[in-house]
């Protein structure tokens, strides 16, 4: 691969850059930072990559959760059509509501965390129903305790039992019981 070095004003290096880019005439790479003289020196420009990478992937997981609640599925060889090039005017109009968008990605990340804690929630809440509604039925109440001549323990057992498995159990519990 040749390799061609520019160098330019700093307020043209971006447009330039931007260009080059467009045209996909050259593959933009970093430089090493050996090659650094007194004459020419290197902006940083890891973190700038850094966050628009950490960009791209938070915008491609809010699409993601856009196309997962979309009624509208995409042709099944949609993928392989490629991307619409866009104009140098479109870019800059595009770049110019950057905030905007991030704010519309941000914003559909919390309704996704909103919706998996409510989804939480609404869970919790269908067992805690479960678990109540075969009392629901019971002719007593809940906090009866029993006359005076009588008990009353309400609850339920584990496993169901019939008279005879019952009373092993019970005469075995009670005799655990008695010898403790």
Aim: contains cysteine.
């Amino acid at each position: 691969m040749k390799h061609i070095e520019i160098i330019a004003m700093q307020e043209d290096a971006q447009k330039i850059v931007e260009q080059l880019q467009r045209l996909g005439t050259v593959d933009v790479t970093e430089r090493d930072p050996s090659d650094v003289t007194d004459d020419l020196s290197l902006f940083p420009t890891a973190k700038s990559l850094a966050q628009l990478e950490k960009n791209a992937q938070t915008v491609a997981h809010a699409i993601s959760l856009v196309e997962d609640y979309s009624t509208e599925k995409k042709p099944f060889l949609s993928g392989f059509a490629g991307r619409k090039e866009l104009s140098e005017e479109e870019f800059n109009q595009r770049m110019g509501k950057n905030d905007e968008t991030m704010k519309i990605v941000y914003d559909i990340e919390a309704l996704d965390r909103k919706i998996a804690s409510e989804t939480t929630v609404r869970t919790h809440t269908q067992h805690q129903l479960d678990a109540v509604l075969p009392w629901e039925k019971l002719d007593i109440p809940m906090q009866y305790t029993g006359s005076q001549k009588t008990s009353c323990i309400v609850g339920q057992f584990s496993e169901p039992y019939n008279e005879d498995t019952f009373y092993e159990a019970f005469c075995a519990q009670y005799s655990s019981m008695k010898e403790s």
